[in-house]
C-alpha cells in the first residue's frame, strides 16, 4: 500500500504530503505498535482515547496519522481529519489487506441469541453443497485448507476488530475459501468492524434482553442489529430474518418491514414464511421434522433438540437457500452436523451406560430469553426432575438477573445458584440478586441433602459459589431420569475472577461430577455388597484413600491387608476423620454412626476394579499407554510424559494434560492409586508397570486396558521370583499377551527377547531400534549417528518413517539413547508429531536419582543413579560415567544387586570386573555380596588398595571425605552412587553432604 492512496481512501487530503510513492508497512490502532512505515489511527473507546496517544505514535516514528480533531501542537507528520475514525479504520484495513472479501461469498449473522449454532448448521450445509467455508465467529475463527487440513484460531472477540477482521479474510481468500460466515455482534457493528465489507446474505435470528450495560436500551441495541442490513449490504443481498411470537420474534417482524431490500425472506413456524418447519417431532437426543422452502417439502432429522434449534436451522436454511442451495442440499447438511460446542451440548462419560447417568447438558445460554428457551426445550423431555445450574456475569447488565432468576425457579425443579463470571464484582453481590429473582419465582433455600434425600427430595434452591463444586454435586447427585442443565459459560474455556482469568471448562466439572464416587459406583466397580447406610442420602464421595493419615473428610476408606499391616484396623480412626464410605472384605463393627459400607472378598482385588473402573469410564477420552521392562522404565516414562505435555500444551493456563506415574507407584497397589487420579482434564496416562512374580504385569493389564504397550527391555532382573532369565521374559511379556487386538505395540527390535514376546500378537506393532541389527528389522522410529558427549548427553538423528532430525538428547549413556528412542516410538504411535517428539526429548530433564549429576559441597561431582540396579542397569551406568571428562578421576560407590536368586554371586563378580575393564581408579562396595565384586575387580587387575569393602554407607562415606578433605580427590573427578532400592544408596550422598555442612543432618 502506497502513502498516494490514503487520500482516495478517506476521501480527504493530509494538508502535508509526502512522495505518494512512500510504502505503507502496517496500519494500527495501538500506539505501541506504531513505528516507521505504520499509519497510525486514533480510535474514541469506552475506556480510552486513542487521541491522546497521537504524540506518542509520532515519537515511535508513525508514518501518518488519521484522527477525529488535529491535536493542537505541530505533528511534523501528515494528519488526516475523518468524521468516523472507526469508518476509517475498517476502509483502511481492507485497502491494506487488498479487499480480500471481494473474492468470496458473504454470509452475516446477527441476534442476540443463536448465532453460533446456525452458523455451524451454516458450515455444515455449505460443505455437503461443495463449497469451501471459513467461519469467523464466537467459539473460534476456522477454515479448510485445500489439502484437508483444518485452520483453527482463537477467538478474542466475536466478531473482530477491522484489522485482524480483514487478516483473517485475506488468508481464508488466499487458502481457497468460497463461502465465509461472519457472526456480527452488536458491539461490533456499532463500533463500525465490519465498516468496508458489503454481504451477499445477512441473517437477523432474535433480539431480546442483553448487553444494556453498553447499549442505552432496547432501541438503541435493535438500531445497531438494523445497521447491518441498512449499511452493509450488496445492492443485490438477501435479508433472511426469523420472525414469530413474542419478543424476539416481534423484533423480527419489525425488522422485516422496516428493511429496504429488494429480497427479504422470513422464516420461522408462520404459515406466511417462505422456509419454515412443520411436524416437529424431539426427544431428548435429537429431532425429526419438515423443512418447508417455497411450498417444498423436505424431511430434517438433527442431533440438536429443541424449538429455538428449529429456528436456528430455518435460519441456516434460509441463508442456504439465498444462496441457491438445493432443499435436499440443506436437509443433508443439517443432519451432517453433530453437537455444536457449548450450544445445548450433552455432556457423557463413554464407559458410562446412558440409562444409568442423568442427561447432562451444557448451553451458552447466558439471557433471559436464551435460558427459557432450552429450560422450555428440556422440561419437555425430562421425565425425572430438571435442575438448572446457572449464574450471571459480573460488570454486564444487572438488570437481568431477578429475570433469569425467576425463569430458573419457574422451569426447573432444583436451581443451583453459583458464579459465571464474577470479573471485578462481588460474587456473592451477584448471587444476591439472582437469588432474589428465584424467591420470586416461587423457590425456597434448601441444602443440598433436602434437595437429593432420595424419596424425601424437596423442590427448591441452593447457593454454591464455587462453580467447580457446583457442577460437580449437580452431576453426581442427579437420578437416572434427571436433566441437569448447566448455562452461561457453553464453549468458553474460563472463568473471569477480578481481572485473572482462569482455565475452566463447564464440560470437564460435568464429567467429572458424572465420574465422581457414589456409592452406586462404588457397588457398580467393586461387584461388592453394601451392608450398612444402602438407603442414605445419595451423597458426592471424595478420593480414594488407602491412608487414614492422608484421608481427607469424605474420602472413600479401603481397607487394605498386607503381611504385616491390615487396615481393618483403621476403620475406627477412617470413621473419625470423616470418611464418607468404607469399603471391607473382614466383618467390621456397625454402627448407626457409620457411613456407607460396602463388603468385597479382596480388598486389593477390589482396589484394581475400583481403578479400572474409572480407566472404562473415560474409554477413549484418554489413551492409556502401559510400560514395563527390566531397567529404564522410570526414564522412558519421563521422556514420553515431556514429549506428551510439550503436545498437550496451551496458551492459557490448563489443567496438566498428562498423567504418569509418580515415584515407585507401579505395582499392584501404586499403580491403581495413580490410575484413580485420572479425571476428564487427562488426555494420556502413562503408566509404569513393575513385578516380582508372574501374573503382575497380567492384572495390572487388566486394571490399566493399555491402548499403547511397551516393553523397553528384558535383562537379568527379579530372577530370585522368576528363576530364569527366559521367567522374566515371558512375566514382562504378559502386557503384550492382555492387550487387545486394536492396540499398539511399541517393540524394542534391539532385544530379541522383546521381539519374541510381541511375535503373536495380532495389534499393529511400532519398532524402534539404535543397534545396526536392530534398524535391519526396518523399524519404524530409529536412531543413528549417535555421538556420546559425556555428561553433556548425545548428539543423534532420529528417524520417524522418512522424517529425520539431528539434536541433542541431554541424558548420557547410549542406553539413554534406547530409552529416548522408546519414548519416541509410544509418542509416535499416540499420534504426536516428530517436530514435537525432538522439542520433548531436547528440552527433557534428569531425574531424581536416575543418573542425576550433582555436585557436593566439597566439590567432588556425584552421578546419583541409586534408585536401583540389576546387571545390565549397572553395567550403563558403569560405562556411561567412564566417559565423563578424560583426565579425571572416577569413583564407583556400588551397592548390592538384588533378587537375583542363585547368580547372584557371579552377576556381582562380573561387574567387579567390569569396573576394572573400565579404568576406575577406586571401587567403594558394600552390602551381602560385596566380596564377590572385589574378587572381580582384583580378578581384572584393580589393586588391593583400589577396592575397598564396607559395612554400610556412613563408613563408605567416611572414607571418601577423607580423600576429599586430604585432596585425593577433586572438584574435577566423579562419583558413582549405584544400588538396588533396598540398598538405598542415596544415604550416601546425604552423609557425604552432612559432613560438609552439618547444619543439615537433622533433615
Known amino acids: 500500500m502506497r502513502f498516494f492512496e490514503l487520500t482516495n481512501i478517506l476521501a480527504v487530503s493530509s494538508g502535508r504530503e509526502l512522495p505518494p510513492e512512500t510504502v505503507i508497512t502496517a496500519i494500527t490502532a495501538d500506539s505501541r505498535q ?124 466475536t466478531t473482530p476488530d477491522p484489522l485482524l477482521l480483514q487478516a483473517l479474510l485475506r488468508e481464508m481468500a488466499d487458502g481457497g475459501v468460497s463461502h465465509v460466515v461472519i457472526e456480527a455482534s452488536s458491539h461490533a457493528l456499532a463500533q463500525d468492524r465490519l465498516a468496508g465489507i458489503d454481504f451477499d446474505v445477512a441473517v437477523f435470528t432474535n433480539l431480546t434482553r442483553d448487553h444494556l450495560d453498553y447499549h442505552r436500551d432496547m432501541e438503541d441495541y435493535f438500531a445497531a442489529k438494523k445497521k447491518l442490513f441498512t449499511c452493509n449490504m450488496k445492492p443485490a443481498a438477501t435479508a ?15 425488522l422485516a418491514g422496516e428493511v429496504e431490500l429488494e429480497t427479504v425472506l422470513e422464516v420461522g413456524f408462520a404459515e406466511d414464511c ?24 423436505y424431511p430434517v432429522r438433527s442431533s440438536l433438540t429443541g424449538h429455538h434449534n428449529v429456528l436456528n436451522m430455518l435460519a441456516a436454511a434460509g441463508a442456504a437457500h439465498a444462496l441457491s442451495i438445493s432443499g435436499e442440499t440443506i436437509a443433508a447438511g443439517l443432519l451432517a452436523v453433530g453437537q455444536v460446542p457449548g450450544r445445548l451440548e450433552r455432556v457423557v462419560l463413554p464407559g458410562l451406560d446412558a440409562n444409568r447417568c442423568p442427561a447432562v447438558f451444557v448451553d451458552y445460554a447466558h439471557t433471559p430469553d436464551g435460558l427459557a428457551n432450552v429450560l422450555a426445550a428440556m422440561k419437555s423431555m425430562t421425565s425425572g426432575r430438571l435442575i438448572c445450574v446457572f449464574g450471571c456475569g459480573g460488570d454486564r447488565d444487572a438488570g437481568k438477573r431477578a429475570s433469569m432468576g425467576r425463569i430458573a425457579a419457574k422451569m426447573s425443579d432444583l436451581v443451583i445458584l453459583t458464579s459465571d463470571n464474577p470479573r471485578t464484582e462481588d460474587p456473592e453481590a451477584i448471587l444476591a440478586q439472582a437469588a432474589a429473582g428465584v424467591r420470586d419465582g416461587g423457590k425456597v433455600e434448601r441444602s443440598l441433602a433436602e434437595m437429593f434425600a432420595g424419596d424425601k427430595a424437596q423442590k427448591g434452591f441452593c447457593i454454591i459459589a464455587d462453580r467447580g463444586p457446583a457442577i460437580r454435586q449437580a452431576c453426581a447427585l442427579a437420578r437416572p431420569e434427571d436433566v441437569v442443565l448447566i448455562a452461561g459459560k457453553g464453549h468458553e474455556q474460563y472463568q473471569i475472577l477480578g481481572r485473572e482469568k482462569i482455565f475452566f471448562d463447564d464440560r470437564m466439572q460435568a464429567k467429572n461430577g ?57 476403620v475406627d480412626q ?15 463393627q456397625l454402627a448407626e ?51 506428551c505435555s510439550r503436545f498437550y500444551e496451551t496458551g492459557e493456563p490448563a489443567p496438566r494434560a498428562v498423567l504418569k506415574t509418580r515415584g515407585n507407584f507401579n505395582n499392584l497397589i501404586g499403580l491403581p492409586l495413580t490410575l484413580l487420579r485420572l479425571g476428564a482434564e487427562h488426555r494420556i496416562a502413562i503408566l509404569e508397570m513393575g513385578m516380582n512374580q508372574p501374573g503382575e504385569i497380567s492384572r495390572l493389564t487388566e486394571i490399566a486396558a493399555p491402548d499403547i504397550g511397551c516393553i523397553n527391555n528384558i535383562q537379568e532382573a527379579h530372577l ?149 540396579a540389576n546387571p545390565s542397569s549397572m553395567a550403563a551406568a558403569l560405562k556411561t560415567m ?95 552412587i549405584k544400588g538396588s532400592r533396598g540398598m538405598r544408596m542415596e544415604r550416601l550422598l546425604q552423609e557425604l553432604q552432612n559432613r560438609f555442612d552439618p547444619s543439615r543432618t537433622g533433615e
Open 34 to 157: 506504531a513505528g516507521p512505515g505504520t499509519v497510525f489511527v486514533a480510535l474514541k473507546g469506552a475506556c480510552c482515547d486513542g487521541h491522546d496517544y497521537i504524540e506518542e505514535a509520532v515519537g515511535r516514528g508513525c508514518l501518518a496519522v488519521v484522527a477525529e480533531a488535529r491535536p493542537s501542537t505541530r505533528l511534523g507528520v501528515p494528519c488526516f481529519q475523518v468524521a468516523d475514525t472507526h469508518l476509517a479504520l475498517g476502509r483502511l484495513a481492507c485497502a491494506f489487506y487488498g479487499y480480500p472479501a471481494a473474492a468470496m461469498k458473504l454470509i452475516a449473522l446477527t441476534g442476540t441469541n443463536g448465532k453460533t449454532t446456525t452458523s455451524w448448521l451454516l458450515e455444515g450445509i455449505l460443505k455437503q453443497a461443495g463449497y469451501s467455508p471459513g467461519i469467523i465467529g464466537t467459539v473460534n475463527y476456522r477454515y479448510m485448507r485445500p489439502d484437508a487440513t483444518e485452520v483453527v484460531r482463537p477467538a478474542p472477540l
Open 240 to 254: 433472511v430474518i426469523v420472525t414469530g411470537a413474542g419478543e424476539a420474534g416481534g423484533y423480527g417482524r419489525r
Open 274 to 297: 417462505r422456509v419454515r418447519a412443520d411436524d416437529i417431532r424431539q426427544g431428548i437426543d435429537g429431532m425429526a421434522w419438515s423443512l418447508i422452502i417455497d411450498k417444498e417439502q
Open 514 to 570: 458424572l465420574a465422581a464416587w457414589t456409592v452406586r459406583h462404588l457397588i457398580a466397580a467393586t461387584r461388592g455388597r453394601c451392608i450398612h447406610g444402602a438407603g442414605r442420602p445419595v451423597r458426592m464421595l471424595g478420593a480414594i484413600s488407602t491412608d487414614t493419615r492422608t484421608m481427607q473428610p469424605g474420602d472413600v476408606f479401603l481397607a487394605l491387608k498386607g503381611d504385616n499391616y491390615d487396615g481393618h484396623a483403621f
Open 574 to 588: 477412617a470413621v473419625a476423620g470423616g470418611a464418607g464410605a468404607l469399603v471391607v472384605a473382614d466383618k467390621v
Open 593 to 643: 454412626s457409620l457411613p456407607p459400607v460396602i463388603r468385597v472378598e479382596d480388598t486389593l482385588r477390589a482396589l484394581g476394579d475400583l481403578a479400572g473402573y474409572r480407566r472404562r469410564l473415560f474409554g477413549d477420552e484418554v489413551t492409556v499407554i502401559g510400560l514395563t521392562g527390566s531397567s529404564g522404565k522410570t526414564t522412558v516414562k519421563e521422556m514420553t510424559a515431556a514429549i
Open 720 to 868: 530370585q521370583g522368576l528363576g530364569t532369565i527366559d521367567g522374566v521374559a515371558s512375566a514382562k511379556g504378559e502386557l503384550f499377551r492382555g492387550m487387545d487386538s486394536e492396540c499398539v505395540l511399541v517393540v524394542n527390535y534391539d532385544d530379541p527377547l522383546v521381539v519374541r514376546q510381541a511375535r503373536h500378537h495380532k495389534g499393529r506393532g511400532m519398532g524402534y531400534a539404535v543397534t545396526p541389527v536392530g534398524r535391519r528389522r526396518k523399524p519404524e522410529v530409529r536412531a543413528t549417528r549417535v555421538t556420546g558427549l559425556g555428561e553433556t548427553g548425545n548428539r543423534i538423528t532420529l528417524h520417524v518413517g522418512g522424517w529425520k532430525k539431528r539434536f541433542l538428547l541431554p541424558a548420557p549413556g547410549e542406553h539413554n539413547v534406547a530409552n529416548g528412542a522408546a519414548a519416541a516410538a509410544i509418542a509416535h504411535a499416540a499420534g504426536i508429531d516428530p517436530e514435537c517428539i525432538v522439542a520433548g526429548l531436547a528440552g527433557f530433564s534428569t531425574i531424581d536419582k536416575r543418573m542425576e549429576c550433582v555436585r557436593v559441597p566439597g566439590g567432588l561431582r556425584v552421578v546419583n543413579d541409586s534408585y536401583n
Open 882 to 976: 567412564a566417559t565423563f571428562c578424560p583426565g579425571s578421576r572416577k569413583i564407583a560407590a556400588l551397592g548390592d544387586m538384588l533378587e537375583l536368586g542363585p547368580g547372584s554371586g557371579e552377576a556381582h563378580r562380573r561387574i567387579g570386573r567390569l569396573a576394572a575393564e573400565l579404568g576406575y581408579d577406586l571401587l567403594a562396595v558394600t552390602g551381602e555380596y560385596r566380596q564377590y565384586v572385589v574378587t572381580g575387580a582384583r580378578e581384572a587387575g584393580m589393586a588391593r588398595e583400589q577396592v575397598m569393602g564396607f559395612v554400610d554407607t556412613v563408613a563408605m562415606a567416611d572414607w571418601l571425605y577423607h580423600l576429599m578433605i586430604s585432596g585425593r580427590l577433586g572438584e574435577d573427578d566423579w562419583l558413582l
